[in-house]
C-alpha cells in the first residue's frame, strides 16, 4: 500500500525483481495514483496496479475482517490506526490475487524497506524460500533499521548503509550491555517498528494478521524465524520524512491527541516536533 513517488518506488521495485520477486500487487492513492506514475508502473511486467475507487472501499467495508475481534482495537481511529486497518483488508484482497496467479508466496512490505536475503546460497529472495523445508506456512524476517548519519540525505537506498541490527540477530549480552547507548535517548532500541516481517505460503483459508503477520483459519501456522535475512527498514531518513507527518494528519500536536493518531512513541514525537518546531529545531531534532 503506497502514495510515494515513482522516485521512490521504482528502485524499490527493481531491487525486488533482481532478488527473484515475480509479482507485485501495489494498492495506490495519492503521489503513487497520478496517471503520470500508474503508466510507468503498469508497463512493468509482473505489476499489478490497484486504485482505491468507492468500489474497492464498498468491497472491503463488506469484509469478514469487521466482524472479527483481532483487529477490532484499530478501527474508527485516525491515521496509523486507520492506515494499519487499510493495509490489513488490502492484504486480504492480495491472498485471493495471490492465489489466482499462482503464487508461491506473499510478502506484505512498504516502499521504504528492502528484503535483505542473506544466509541464502545466493543473494536471492527465490533460493531462500526455496530451501525452506514444505511443512514451514510462515517466515519471519527480522528487521533492522536505518541509522542515519546526515541530514542531507535524498536517495536512501544508496546513501544509507549503516543499520542497527535486531535483537533476534544479536547477542544477548552485546543488546543488553550496549542498549543506552545504541538507543540514544530515544522511547526504544528503535525508532519504528521491531518486530519484522513475515512472508507465508500461498494457500487456503490465510488471513493477515496485522500489517507485519499472517495467520490461518483453520490452523495454527507454523513459522520459523530466519538467522541471517532481515527486512531492511529505512525509517525517517530523509529530512523531508519528518516534514511530511504533519501535512498526513488531522491531529492536534498535544501529548494526549497524538496518542489517538499514532502507535509508536517515536512518531508521536516526530509528530509534535514536526507541527511546532521552526525548520532549523527540527534538523537539530
Known amino acids: 500500500s503506497t502514495s510515494a513517488s515513482l522516485h521512490q518506488i521504482l528502485p524499490w521495485l527493481y531491487y525486488h525483481k533482481v532478488i527473484g520477486v515475480s509479482h507485485f500487487i501495489l494498492f495506490v492513492e495519492g503521489e503513487a495514483a497520478k496517471p503520470a506514475v500508474t503508466s510507468v508502473l503498469e508497463s512493468i511486467r509482473g505489476v499489478k496496479i490497484i486504485y482505491r475507487t468507492k468500489e ?99 536517495d536512501p537506498f544508496t546513501e544509507v548503509s549503516m543499520f542497527k541490527k ?45 500489517a507485519h503477520r499472517w495467520h490461518n483459519y483453520m490452523k495454527s501456522p507454523n513459522e520459523i524465524k530466519l538467522e541471517e535475512a532481515a527486512i531492511l527498514h529505512y525509517t525517517y531518513t530523509k529530512f523531508s520524512d519528518l516534514t511530511s507527518r504533519r501535512d498526513r494528519c488531522g491531529c492536534k500536536p498535544t501529548k494526549e491527541d497524538v496518542k489517538r493518531c499514532f502507535i509508536l512513541e517515536f512518531d508521536r514525537l516526530a509528530f509534535i516536533i514536526a507541527s511546532t518546531a521552526t525548520e532549523q529545531e527540527m534538523r537539530n531534532w
Open 56 to 154: 474497492l472501499k464498498e468491497q472491503q467495508d463488506r469484509s469478514r475482517i469487521w466482524n472479527e475481534t483481532w483487529l477490532s482495537g484499530f478501527f474508527y481511529k485516525p491515521c496509523n490506526y486507520e492506515l494499519f486497518v487499510k493495509q490489513s483488508l488490502n492484504m486480504e484482497m492480495a491472498i485471493v490475487m495471490a492465489r489466482e496467479a499462482g503464487m508461491d508466496w506473499i510478502i506484505h512490505l512498504d516502499t521504504d524497506e528492502l528484503i535483505h536475503p542473506a544466509g541464502a546460497r545466493e543473494y536471492s529472495l527465490r533460493r531462500l524460500l526455496l530451501d525452506v523445508p514444505d511443512n514451514v506456512d510462515m517466515v519471519i524476517f527480522p528487521n533492522y533499521e536505518s541509522s542515519v548519519e546526515r541530514d542531507d540525505i535524498k
Open 166 to 210: 535486531n535483537y533476534d540477530h544479536l547477542p544477548k549480552d552485546t543488546y543488553f550491555g550496549l542498549y543506552k547507548e545504541a538507543t540514544r535517548g530515544n522511547p526504544n532500541y528503535f525508532l519504528t517498528y521491531g518486530n519484522g516481517k513475515s512472508a507465508a505460503r500461498v494457500q487456503e483459508h490465510m488471513r493477515p494478521n496485522g
